[in-house]
């Protein structure tokens, strides 16, 4: 007669048998997961339901395992019940594009010339192309994402910005109407920027301008931005001199002294517009970084600038919640 089943290991060793699924699994290692998961509690219930806007671009969207894991990330804190919209531009695609068609680019103080034929170039881009690879990248984990436009349902009432810029445009005012509505439904609005006048005009908007002017509108917990950088850099030519926290009145201190440049400008204007109109905080993160966010949400430390509107004093990072 056969005798009962033994796992060797454990009869040899005079121990008890591994639980289920524990195989591989130290004990040290199974200890650091459990504390990033309760590090990462209070952040949970903290954050439940609350509204936070994703500002998509930087390497990210040229990187595929970069973009797979914005996507994962977006889609775990919908499943942990917060409520994420993506906002995204789409640049370096723009530009191969108008390449690909014989079509040379002309840039003036950063700003693309958006001429007619060039906007209708940028519609298809972020409409048609961009757009869809996000909304499908989410949808992976399920039905999650809906892919709009700015000119949806009047989402972004856009005005010429400067006439030697053509079609490049400023946000005149969001109506966030066709956003409530997704995120009562749990679903995750992916929003491409480009925006219309009361004539139907498109535009094309700075992804950081309508990241912010959107976050003002849903009167969003936080905003976040996707950079090439590690964040606010007190010396721009070292990295290690991170800012982790700082208020507005701080940050404006040091656009008015000029230590900001390039790509950055935008971004920091559209984060102090943020939270000096009812957003809690901006965050400035390095988007090179797989799951950035999550690190920065859900961690004691956060791994980049967090942009508030009082005064800075408190711990790096999120501090207690």
Known sequence: MTG??????????????????????????????????????????????????VKYGGNAMVDPALGRAVADDVALLRAVGMR???????????????ARLGKQPEFRDGLRVTDAETVEIARMVLVGKVNREIVSAVNVHG?????????????????????????VGDVRSVNPSILEKLLAERLVPVVSTIGSDPTGQPYNINADTVAGAIAEALGAEKVLFLTDVPGLLADVDDPSSLISRIDADELQAMVDEGRLA??????????????????????????????????????DEGVGTMITAGAAGGPAGEGSP
């Not at 994402?145 to 030697?164: F, M």
């Not at 943020?274 to 961690?299: C, K, N, Q, T």
Request: aromatic content about 4%.
């Open 4 to 53: 009962p089943v033994t796992d060797t290991a454990a009869t040899e060793t005079g121990g008890t048998p591994p639980a289920p699924g524990a195989a591989g699994v130290g004990s040290a290692e199974a200890a650091q997961r459990v504390a990033v998961l309760l590090e990462a509690l209070p952040y949970i219930h903290r954050f439940r339901d609350a509204v936070v806007v």
């Open 143 to 167: 039905p999650l994402a809906v892919g709009l436009s700015g000119e949806d349902a009047g989402l972004i009432l856009a005005g010429a910005r400067h006439p030697d810029l053509g079609y």
């Open 84 to 98: 994420p919209v993506v906002v995204h531009g789409g640049g370096p695609q723009i530009s191969e594009l108008m």
């Open 262 to 299: 390039g790509g950055m400008i935008p971004k920091v204007a559209a984060a102090l517009h943020a939270v000096r109109h009812g957003v809690a905080s901006a965050h400035l993160l390095d988007g090179r970084v797989p799951h950035v966010l999550l690190l920065e949400l859900f961690s």
